[in-house]
């Protein structure tokens, strides 16, 4: 998480989440959320909690995800696992994963919290058994040129055979991330795309 991270209160932030009880303390008491050791998603000002607590919005992202995919019936801590997945270590397919001079590829690399640059940003998550090789969760950008052969459409059925192959029958939850983003954004007032874009090479 950079030096510049956006902090709101958190009767503002868990309405943002999608959180209508207090299911996010609830979650954070009982350690049953994902933070990297590094990272500090809660910053408190004052004593006591509601308006004095304030949450990042990598946080408050990360929240967003998790309550989406537990109404889904995805485990506590998975989901919000899954949620950190995006929040926090970003993904780099492109040239700029081996290369650091080498531009950000729009459809391929986006950074810790961050949406791709081109597309919508879709969350894939396989529910149930998944062959050891395989991952569980993938983000995506229904841009990437894995979709050129499709003909052009973009929709979570041809997102879920483009990333699976097409081949496996485990059950799928597909989230658009991109959309998730856009709500949290307009709940701030704040620019969707300063918050949340990655800014292409």
């Not at 973009?154 to 699976?164: Q, T």
Request: hydrophobic share 40%.
């Amino acid at each position: 998480m950079s030096d510049n991270a956006l902090y709101f209160p958190a009767d503002k932030a868990l309405e943002a989440m999608g959180n209508t009880s207090r299911r996010w303390q609830n979650h954070l008491e009982t350690n049953k959320i994902h933070v990297a050791a590094e990272v500090n998603f809660v910053s408190s000002f004052g004593p006591g909690r509601g308006k004095h607590r304030h949450i990042s919005i990598e946080a408050i992202t990360q929240g967003a995800i998790a309550f989406a995919l537990i109404d889904c019936g995805v485990e506590v801590r998975s989901a919000y696992l899954a949620g950190a997945e995006f929040a926090f270590p970003g993904e780099l397919g492109g040239a700029y994963g081996y290369d650091e001079s080498a531009p950000l590829d729009p459809v391929l690399d986006r950074m810790p919290g961050r949406l791709y640059a081109e597309g919508e940003t879709f969350l894939i998550y396989s529910v149930g058994e998944v062959k050891p090789h395989n991952k569980r969760l993938t983000f995506v950008s229904d841009r990437n040129p894995v979709f050129a052969a499709k003909r052009g459409i973009s929709d979570p059925a041809m997102i879920v055979h483009a990333v699976e192959g097409g081949g496996s029958v485990a059950p799928r939850i597909v989230l658009n991330v991109s959309q998730l983003c856009r709500r949290i954004a307009s709940s701030f007032g704040i620019c969707f795309t300063a918050a949340f874009m990655t800014e292409a090479g």
